[in-house]
């Protein structure tokens, strides 16, 4: 199960506060992606990246920011934007870009509202 | 939109009994569908999948089948035990192919 590591593991947010959400993987896998778990609603896909310095919105990008300035290493900011941050998050990574390849989950961040 | 939908949102069997989850998308040219097990407290994991040139694929006791003409794909799992309870989630691509869309899962609880 090891290979892509999401910290922390319980993550609290003030009011107006920005904070990041942090994901590593050693599995040299081109791809990178962020996704929403709310009860109900599936995962939902906030970002993705298929090579350094470059990245897409998903489907639920606003109130988000992103960045992958290296390979191993893809940061979700949740802005003061955000209205309803309180969710679990999930970083996934695949080897290649396709639609078709298997994703590699993390274990998880689970963001509340203070 | 492009989307995916799955039923039923929960499914409750007894152990031994069989499941079905049923998943249906909108976009006709996706061609791969994969299904993920997520169980409590831990990271989704995928359990198997299958492409468009094919209609069926089994994995001992689960089996994924798909009918493209009715844009639907199926998880069947057969003799059921209580490590199968989980949230199962569908997926296919979407946006011309360019990202993956999740079903909204299914909790599936098996009974002893």
């Known amino acids: 199960d090891g290979g892509i590591t999401q910290s922390p593991k319980y993550l609290f947010r003030k009011e107006g506060q920005n904070v990041t959400l942090s994901c590593e993987q050693n599995l040299n896998h081109d791809a990178m992606y962020w996704y929403r778990q709310d009860p109900g609603q599936g995962l939902r896909l906030i970002y993705y990246?298929?090579?350094?310095?470059?990245?897409q919105k998903g489907d639920i990008a606003e109130g988000y920011s992103v960045s992958r300035e290296k390979k191993e290493s893809f940061p979700l900011t949740v802005t003061s934007a955000q209205k309803n941050p309180t969710a679990f998050y999930l970083c996934?990574?695949?080897?290649?870009?396709?639609?078709?390849?298997?994703?590699?989950f993390g274990s998880g961040t689970q963001l509340s509202v203070l | 939109g492009e989307n995916v939908e799955q039923h039923p949102s929960t499914l409750s069997v007894q152990e031994g009994d069989s499941a079905v989850i049923k998943c249906t998308y909108s976009?006709?040219?996706?061609?791969?569908f994969p299904w993920y097990k997520q169980e409590l407290g831990k990271r989704p994991q995928l359990i198997i999948d299958?492409?468009?040139?094919?209609g069926e694929k089994k994995d001992q006791r689960i089996a994924v089948t798909l009918n493209k003409t009715a844009k639907h794909f199926s998880l069947h799992i057969t003799e059921t035990q209580p490590e199968d309870s989980a949230v199962y989630f569908c997926a296919a691509p979407t946006g011309g192919g360019n990202k993956l869309t999740f079903g909204t899962g299914t909790q599936l609880k098996v009974e002893l």
């Open positions: 299958i492409r468009s040139n094919v």
């Open positions: 990246s298929q090579i350094v310095n470059d990245f």
């Open positions: 996934a990574s695949s080897l290649g870009t396709a639609t078709n390849e298997k994703l590699f």
């Open positions: 976009d006709s040219a996706s061609n791969y």
